[in-house]
């Protein structure tokens, strides 16, 4: 079946526009992540859903980061005001509910000038 | 810090020799992951070792876990140029599925 899909895969912004990026995750799976990886970094965690939920939102740098989801499926990631050091690519991954495995999307590139 | 680091930061082998990589980490775990992300591209699931083993095989690739030591390895035998990419080691505490990722070795293969 499809995996998780994110779009757009590429998002060239001005410093101080807002964006929104999604995550349609693999259809069932309850579970939904978000992480960042800043160029030549490990990945930061942001943020999870469970279904429409999110009981850790831990990893938002700063309140100009938002995320929601509807239902147990799509999600975006908003994120208000960019700066330039939000450049990176935003991750998404999900899973079934309680497992263990996170499947990933291919990222978003954002790159903030 | 829950974060795992890893070891060697790059990597640089011929192809058909062994590649080897360490993640060492600092607290409990459910379990820990190996991930590898080519360049460009999402990161790709790879083999997870859950806390009370010790070692996994998968293909050419063999892991292992030592909880005494808080530490994992990654083998990757006969290398050839496609696994030339970042490796991650990830980890799950206890509480939830969250996963904390370390820097990541980048591995070169070279043909």
């Known amino acids: 079946g499809a995996g998780v899909s994110q779009s757009p895969s590429n998002k060239v912004t001005e410093k101080g526009k807002d964006v929104e990026l999604r995550c349609d995750p693999i259809?069932?799976?309850?579970?939904l992540y978000w992480y960042r990886q800043r160029l030549g970094q490990g990945l930061e965690f942001l943020i999870y859903?469970?279904?429409?939920?999110?009981?850790?939102k831990s990893g938002l740098p700063s309140d100009r980061f938002s995320a929601e989801r509807t239902g147990e499926s799509v999600s975006t990631l908003t994120i208000q005001r960019t700066q330039q050091e939000d450049s990176a690519v935003y991750l998404c991954?999900?899973?079934?509910?309680?497992?263990?495995?996170?499947?990933f999307g291919p990222g978003t590139r954002l790159t903030v000038l | 810090s829950q974060q795992g680091e890893e070891d060697p930061q790059a990597l640089s082998i011929q192809e058909g020799e062994n590649a080897t990589m360490n993640c060492s980490y600092k607290?409990?775990?459910?379990?820990l992951q190996w991930y590898r992300q080519n360049s460009g591209r999402g990161l790709v699931h790879l083999i997870l070792?859950?806390?009370?083993?010790r070692e996994k095989h998968s293909g050419r690739l063999r892991v292992t876990l030592d909880t005494s030591k808080k530490s994992s390895s990654l083998l990757i035998t006969a290398s050839r140029a496609a696994d030339t990419a970042s490796y991650f080691c990830?980890?799950?505490?206890?509480?939830?599925?969250?996963?904390?990722f370390g820097g990541g070795t980048r591995v070169l293969v070279k043909p």
């Open positions: 859903f469970q279904g429409n939920s999110a009981p850790d």
């Open positions: 991954a999900s899973s079934l509910a309680r497992t263990d495995t996170q499947y």
């Open positions: 990830a980890l799950e505490v206890a509480a939830g599925n969250k996963l904390t």
């Open positions: 607290t409990s775990i459910n379990n």
């Open positions: 259809s069932g799976h309850t579970a």
């Open positions: 070792i859950r806390s009370n083993e």
